[in-house]
């Protein structure tokens, strides 16, 4: 089984983007990343807008909660509010170590959040639980969108 749709990686730094575009490769079932680097091409993306028109509809968004200009929270915000998109799974990425993050991030409508891990068994361990549960466990929507 082979997953049809790509993540959608948000994330401004090259170095905390490198690891999981790599690694999702070499996942048991590998897997596809687009990836953006701010949140105004990530809705572009997600709206299929501009450059983006011909952007594929992601299974889940990896979304990094601080960037310059719009930040991941704002990213969230929207993919929530929304009804085309807050179906979507949004997992938000980060390395912040504050509880507050965490739980803003939850308040704000993630589905998960996950801490960066450093680059090794530690992160290809927690790509490979997000595999496990997010892209073959779970069940996600179809492309269609909203559910009315």
Not at 33 to 62: C, I, K, M, N, Y
Not at 87 to 92: D, E, T
Not at 107 to 120: C, D, M, Y
Request: with cysteine; charged share 25%.
């Amino acid at each position: 089984m082979t997953m049809r749709r790509p993540l959608l990686l948000v994330e401004d730094s090259d170095a905390d983007a490198a690891a999981p575009e790599r690694i999702a490769s070499r996942l048991p079932m590998p897997a596809s990343v687009v990836r953006v680097r701010d949140g105004e091409r990530a809705l572009d993306s997600l709206h299929r807008r501009g450059v983006h028109t011909q952007a594929p509809r992601p299974a889940l968004v990896l979304l990094d909660l601080h960037m310059p200009g719009m930040s991941g929270r704002e990213v969230l915000a929207h993919l929530k509010w929304d009804p085309d998109l807050r179906c979507i799974p949004v997992i938000s990425f980060s390395s912040s170590k504050n509880p507050l993050d965490v739980d803003g991030a939850y308040a704000g409508g993630a589905n998960s959040s996950l801490f960066k891990p450093e680059a090794g068994e530690q992160l290809e361990a927690a790509a490979r639980a997000l595999q496990a549960f997010w892209l073959t466990a779970a069940r996600l929507p179809e492309e269609t969108g909203a559910v009315t």
